[in-house]
C-alpha cells in the first residue's frame, strides 16, 4: 500500500496588494490572446477594463465574455467556449468570484480535451491533454476556486449540480488581490467567507486530509474566525480583507488535496435546484452538520474549538468539540446568515425535492468523506432540520 500523499497547486500564486498588476507579465509568458471570462459586476466595477489594459500594456490582445450570472452552468460553459474558439483565444483569464474561475476551469479543459463537461463528472472520462493555460483571478475571500482542481457545474437539463474533480482542472497561476476583496457587499462577505471556513473545517475533519492540508486548514480557520465579523462590520479594513483573503486561498488548498465532506455534498443540490448561491448553501448547512458528525470526530472538531477560543484549551474534547459548533453559530447569526425557510424555499416545494437533493449528494462523492459517512435517510433528515434550523439553540441528530 502507498504511503506518500501528493499536493497539488497552481504553478505560480501571486499574492499581495497589487498583485493583480501582473495579469500582464503572466500572460505574456502562456499566450497572445486571452478570453477573460467575468461578470456584469466585475465590469461595472471597472475591475474588467483594468484587465483588458494590464493585458494591452503587456502586448496581449484579449475579448470578455460576460455572461456569467449566477452558480456555473454548462450553458455559461459552451458560450464561452464558443467565443474563445471564434475569437481564436490561445489564454483563459478568470476574473470574479468562484462562478467565473470554475466556468473557465470547465473551458480550459474543453478546449483541448473536447466533449461535454459532464462527460468528466467521477473520472467517467479522464482530461488526458493538458488544458490551456488559465490564469484566475478571485474577487471574493471565499470559494478558493483559483488554487482547486474543482470545478461545480450545474448540467441545466437536470438540474445536478456536476462535481468534477481532477489535476488538470488546476489553474496554470492564481492571482490574490486582497484589494480586489474590499467592494465585496457585506451579504457576500459573509456568505463567502462561512464558505472558506467550511471549505477549512471539512478539510481538516475529511478522512483524506493529510498533515500538508491540516497545517493550511488550522491556519485559514484561524484567520477567517479572527477577520471575517472585521471585514463584515467594517468593509474597507485592509487588514481583515488581507487576512480573509489568505485565509480563503489556505482552505482552498486545503481542501483540494484533502476533499470536502458533506456540507458540501448536500449544498450542491440546494443551489442546483434553488439557485440558493454556494457560500450561503454552505452557511445553511455548516453548523448542523457539525452537530451530526461531532460524535465520530471529537478529537479534531475540539481541535478547531481550541482555535475559535481561549475557553476550550482547558477542556475536555467532548466540550471543546461543543465550543467549535457553538462558535460556529454564534458566527453565522452575527453574520445574519438565514436558514432556508427565510432565504425564501416554499417548504412544499423544498419537502419534494428532498429525495433528489439526498440521492444527488450522495452521487457526487463528497459525503464519503465525513467522519460520519450518512445514509440516504440521514441526509433527508438533515435537510429537513436545516430547513428551519435556528442557530442559537437548535439541537441535531448527535447520537
Known sequence: MEQYVVFLSPQATIYGRDAFSRVGVEATERGKKALIVSDEIMKNLGYLEKCHQFLLDAGVESVSYTGVSSEPTDAYVAEALELFKKKNCDLIISLGGGSCID??????????????????????????HAPTPHIAIPTTAGTGSEVTDVTVITNTSNDEKMMIKQPKLMPSVAIVDPMLTMSSPKKVTAATGVDALSHAVEAYLSKRAQPMTDTLALTAIQLITSNLKIAYENPKDYKAREAMSIGSMYAGMAFSNASVCLVHGMSRPIGALFHVPHGESNAMLLPAVLEFSKSHCTARLATIGRVFSERAKGVSDQDAAEIAVKQIKNLCLELNIPNLKSWGIDE?????????????????????NNPRVPSKEEIEELYQICYDYQFSDKEVISS
Do not use: C, Q
Open 103 to 128: 466556468t473557465a476551469k470547465a473551458v480550459a479543459v474543453l478546449v483541448t480535451n473536447g466533449g461535454y463537461i459532464g462527460d468528466y463528472m467521477g473520472g467517467a472520462k479522464l482530461i488526458t
Open 348 to 368: 412544499k416545494s423544498f419537502e419534494e425535492a428532498v429525495p433528489k437533493m439526498a440521492t444527488d449528494a450522495l452521487r457526487s462523492g463528497s459525503p464519503n
